[in-house]
C-alpha cells in the first residue's frame, strides 16, 4: 500500500473518529429504522402481493421494494453522520433521468401488466378485439398479452397499447347480440315473411327467450325489402349460433316459397338500338 493510500485511510478514520456522538447514533438509529422497514415491506408485500399478482410479480416488486428502502436509508444515514451528498444525487439524478428514458417503454409495459392483473380486466380465455385483431388470451405476462386470433395465429400485444387503446371485451357478457339482415322479394308477404322468421328462431335452443328476437322491415333495398333480424345469444357460443340462425332462417323462408331476391340491373338507353345489320 502506497503513502497516499495510507494517508487517505488515515484521514478517513480521523474524519469519523471525531464525529459527535449525537450523528453517529442518530445515523445507526437510521439504519436499523431503515432495515427493519426493508424487511417489514418486502414481507408485506410477498403475503398480501401473491393475492393479486402472480408469484413472479409478487417476488419482483418485494424485491425492489427492499433495495429501495435500503438506498434510502443509507441516503438518509449518510446525511446524519454530515457527508455531503448534492454532488453524488444530481449525478445520480441525471443518470437516472436518462436511464428512465431509455427504459420508458419497458416500464410503460411493465406498468400496465400490473394494471391489467390488479383490476383484473383480462382473464386467460377472454375473447377480445384490439387492434384488428379478434382472438382468446392465452397469456398475460408483465410485458405483453398473447392473442389466439379466430384463425389460429398467436399474437404478441404489449400491455401498454392494450391500456391506450381501445379494446373490447366479449367475455365480460354472459349474453351477445347477433344482428343480420335477410331480403325478400316486393312481391312477397311482409308480415309472412316476418312471422316465418319469427317462428324459425323459437326452434334454436341457442337464441335466447328474454330479451326476445326483434324481427322486422328497416328499409326498402334496390333488389327487395330488408329485414333486420336481431337475436340474443350465449357469448360463449355467438359464432355456433350464428351461423345455425342465418342457415335455419334460409330454409325455413325457402319452405314457405318466399323469394330471397338477387341484384338486378335494368339498363335503359337514351337513343332506340339498332339489333343487327343494315340490309344491302
Known amino acids: 500500500m502506497d503513502g497516499s493510500s495510507s494517508d487517505s485511510i488515515s484521514g ?7 464525529l459527535p456522538v449525537e450523528r453517529v447514533a442518530l445515523a445507526l438509529v437510521i439504519l436499523a429504522l431503515g432495515l427493519l422497514a426493508s424487511v417489514t415491506a418486502r414481507r408485506a408485500i410477498e403475503r398480501y402481493g401473491s393475492r393479486v399478482f402472480p408469484r413472479d410479480i409478487t417476488h419482483l416488486l418485494a424485491r425492489s421494494t427492499y433495495y429501495m428502502v435500503l438506498f434510502l436509508t443509507a ?3 449518510l446525511q446524519a453522520l454530515g457527508v455531503e451528498l448534492t454532488a453524488l444525487l444530481v449525478a445520480g439524478g441525471f ?21 391489467l ?5 383480462l382473464v386467460i380465455g377472454d375473447l377480445i378485439s384490439i387492434g384488428g385483431f379478434i382472438g382468446r388470451v392465452v397469456e398475460i405476462s408483465t410485458m405483453s398479452t398473447r392473442v389466439r386470433t379466430l ?4 399474437v404478441r400485444i404489449p400491455n401498454s397499447r392494450i391500456i391506450n387503446d381501445y379494446m373490447v371485451n366479449y367475455s365480460k357478457s354472459a349474453v351477445r347480440r ?8 316486393y312481391r312477397e308477404d311482409i308480415g309472412k315473411a316476418i312471422n316465418t322468421i319469427s317462428n324459425a328462431l ?3 335452443y341457442l337464441v335466447l327467450k328474454d330479451p326476445s328476437p326483434e324481427v322486422y322491415a328497416s328499409e326498402l333495398g334496390d333488389s327487395g325489402v330488408i329485414i333486420d333480424v336481431k337475436v340474443w345469444v350465449p357469448t360463449d357460443y355467438w359464432y355456433q349460433a350464428s351461423m345455425q340462425v342465418i342457415k335455419t332462417v334460409r330454409e325455413a323462408l325457402a319452405r314457405e316459397g318466399i ?13 332506340p338500338l339498332e339489333i343487327g345489320g343494315k340490309e344491302g
Open 259 to 271: 323469394e330471397i331476391p338477387f341484384t338486378q340491373v335494368d339498363v335503359w338507353f337514351r337513343t
Open 75 to 77: 441516503v438518509a444515514a
Open 151 to 154: 384463425d389460429g395465429e398467436v
Open 178 to 185: 347477433l344482428t343480420f339482415k335477410a331480403s325478400i322479394a
Open 12 to 18: 478517513l478514520t480521523s474524519t469519523l473518529m471525531n
Open 117 to 121: 392483473y390488479g383490476e383484473k380486466s
Open 95 to 115: 443518470a437516472g433521468l436518462v436511464l428512465s428514458l431509455a427504459l420508458q417503454p419497458l416500464f410503460s409495459n411493465f406498468f400496465s401488466g400490473l394494471y
Open 202 to 204: 323459437e326452434s334454436i
